[in-house]
């Protein structure tokens, strides 16, 4: 199989299974992925995309594509098929006169942090950075700085795709719309995104930013005035509040070390001074027990949470979006979130509103824009012998917050949970013309290594 992807056409790197470089080259985040592809095609350039993706359709070969590799499904690796590799493509070149980046498929955001800091731009980039930026944007992006400048697809301008016919066609809001559309929150179900071009704003390179922590005992309370806080925070509050477990590090009193707290991360887009005063209210809260927040460059807050999101561990995610958070949900949350079976474990709550509240539901495929609540359950640990333990702990409090939710999910969040899953985070009406669109563009279904959209029936 492995000679079969030496066709006309690639120039790339082919990784194969005794091959020294395999074994970390088909690593992805999540410790608990171990696939093995038959071969990994490291591309350059997108005759080299399109010459895999010609091979695996002609072949009918099972096709994956790694980007960052950061997705808790890994999806970026298949078993005993192709691994299509866009690690070798990581430019990232910025216009600061239009205020714009072209982004190749395998760049991170540590990459697009760092050259577009060089100018005092940003735009809303993942929040860890070896984070895929293509991954995130076709799963429309959430991050920091969502409610100043909206989610990543919301800043999309262009992107070059490869079909599954091996075609490379550009889509934009002039060109291919319809594609564009379901490109901004439909995942990699339509081709190959081998390069993006992105709307940038002026930010940085120093911020208003950092992480608050409170006691784990006043944890109610905390998200309870969280909540008040976040209903009439400016848009240019970027925020959200975790259930973290105190890191044994120096700056933490030992008494605390390895104890169920509270972070609060602190990003504001826009001047220092007025960040500070943002966030005062949280700052002077009398049971604020360490404030690591000040002046920091953008890409240090970009990095915050690298540290506790190493690469390898065992992860379980899933999440929902939330109608409102009265009390009881409160109570509910915090009674579960504050007794975590890994101190590895990371249940983050996000505030929506802003500039995503803006865009209308109908303008991209990813919807939910009103929902005031995102919430993470990303639950972590390093042995397998505990996997059982930590998959109930997270499905028993993401089910007991049921009640309180849309009905729907952030698809970047959640893990393989089934198509019901997938077609509900859409609701009917978008799911059936994302479905339209896969027949169109990929009707034999070959991305199908995702949260995957089905090919409508010819007749739908």
Not at 264 to 288: H, I, N, Q, T
Not at 368 to 386: E, K
Not at 392 to 405: C, E, H, L, S, V
Request: net charge negative.
């Amino acid at each position: 199989m492995a000679e079969q992807l030496t066709v006309e056409g690639f120039g790339g790197t082919l990784i194969h299974p005794d091959d020294a470089a395999y074994d970390e080259a088909r690593a992805v985040f999540n410790g608990m992925i171990d696939r093995r592809p038959a071969v990994i095609a490291r591309c350059t350039t997108v005759d080299d995309v399109a010459a895999v993706v010609r091979l695996a359709r002609e072949q009918d070969l099972a096709l994956s594509v790694y980007g960052g590799g950061h997705g808790v499904t890994g999806s970026a690796v298949v078993d005993a098929g192709v691994c299509l590799d866009l690690r070798g493509m990581r430019t990232v070149s910025v216009d600061p006169s239009a205020r714009t980046c072209q982004v190749a498929g395998g760049a991170t955001w540590g990459d697009v942090d760092a050259a577009c800091q060089e100018h005092g731009l940003a735009v809303t980039g993942g929040r860890v950075s070896t984070t895929g930026v293509v991954g995130l944007a076709l799963g429309s992006g959430s991050g920091w700085l969502e409610r100043a400048f909206g989610y990543v697809c919301d800043n999309l301008l262009e992107a070059e795709v490869v079909t599954a016919d091996g075609r490379v066609v550009v889509a934009s809001e002039t060109s291919e719309p319809e594609l564009f559309w379901g490109l901004r929150g439909g995942g990699g179900n339509f081709g190959v995104v081998t390069r993006i071009t992105l709307q940038l704003h002026p930010l940085g390179p120093m911020v208003f930013g950092g992480m608050l922590m409170f006691p784990g005992t006043m944890a109610g309370e905390l998200v309870r005035f969280y909540r008040e806080f976040m209903a009439s925070a400016p848009d240019a509050v970027g925020s959200g509040l975790a259930f973290i477990t105190a890191p044994p590090e120096d700056f933490v009193p030992e008494p605390v070390r390895g104890q169920p707290v509270c972070g609060v991360v602190c990003c504001y887009a826009g001047p220092v001074a007025d960040g500070e005063a943002a966030f005062r209210p949280l700052r002077e809260l009398p049971y604020l027990g360490i404030d690591m927040t000040g002046e920091m460059p953008y890409v240090a807050v970009q990095q915050l949470l690298d540290p506790p999101n190493p690469k390898g561990m065992r992860n379980y995610w899933t999440a929902d979006f939330y109608e409102a958070l009265p009390d009881e949900a409160i109570d509910t949350l915090v009674a579960k979130a504050t007794q975590p079976v890994s101190p590895m474990t990371q249940l983050i709550l996000v505030p929506g509103g802003g500039a995503v509240a803006r865009v209308d539901e109908d303008a991209t495929a990813f919807g939910q824009r009103r929902a005031p609540w995102n919430f993470h359950y990303l639950s972590m640990w390093p042995d397998p012998a505990d996997d059982e333990t930590n998959i109930a702990y997270t499905r028993d409090i993401a089910g007991a917050m049921k009640p309180w939710t849309t009905g729907r999910a952030y698809l970047n969040f959640i893990g393989d949970e089934g198509t019901g899953r997938v077609e509900a985070a859409f609701g009917p009406e978008k799911y059936a013309r994302l479905s339209r669109l896969k027949r169109e563009w990929d009707p034999t279904n070959l991305f199908r290594h995702n949260q995957n959209i089905a090919p409508a029936p010819a007749d739908a």
